[in-house]
């Protein structure tokens, strides 16, 4: 294989979000459901990359958000895995477990199948956090774009968010 997994807008948006925070010498940590680890995956084809990205959580499974990442099951099972409530515990918890000084969390439906009235395919909530710092939370209805194309949106907010809180 040759080349890069992911196109070149992500890519250049990547390579300055990395210069970005190496410039000011802070650290990201990403928890990802919906995503899989694609955002710690796209920071991480950027060359120097190693100065900024401290960790990634993939954290699928209720069980993995809980065990990994502190998300109490309660909480799981008072708002379902895909709320704000969760995305927000999900940024909090990878900041107390990591050296990062910021966070990105991603939980959502990416479809085909999992959506409900309520929380239909393309339903993506996202956290971020920052040390000294409020959580900012974003919810996003992408709709049902394909499952490709919702994880490639939810990738595009993560690296917004990202950028928002670098200062």
Do not use: W
Not at 142 to 161: K, N, S, T, Y
Request: charged fraction near 20%; proline fraction near 4%; aromatic fraction near 4%.
């Amino acid at each position: 294989m040759t080349g890069s997994p992911f196109d070149a807008e992500l890519l250049d948006r990547a390579t300055k979000l990395i210069a970005d925070y190496a410039a000011r010498g802070k650290m990201i940590a990403t928890v990802e459901s919906c995503t899989g680890g694609l955002v710690a995956g796209l920071l991480t084809e950027v060359a120097g990359s190693s100065a900024v990205v401290d960790r990634g959580f993939v954290t699928y499974s209720n069980e993995a958000k809980t065990d990994l990442v502190g998300v109490p099951r309660e909480l799981i099972l008072a708002n379902g895995a895909v709320s704000a409530p969760v995305a927000r515990a999900m940024a909090e918890g990878a900041l107390a477990r990591s050296r990062a000084g910021v966070t990105v969390a991603i939980t959502g439906v990416a479809g085909p199948g999992g959506g409900t009235q309520d929380k239909p395919v393309g339903l993506v909530h996202f956290a971020c956090a920052r040390r000294g710092g409020e959580t900012v939370n974003v919810e996003k209805r992408f709709g049902d774009l394909g499952r490709p194309a919702v994880r490639r949106a939810a990738i595009l907010q993560a690296l917004e968010l990202l950028a928002a809180r670098a200062g």
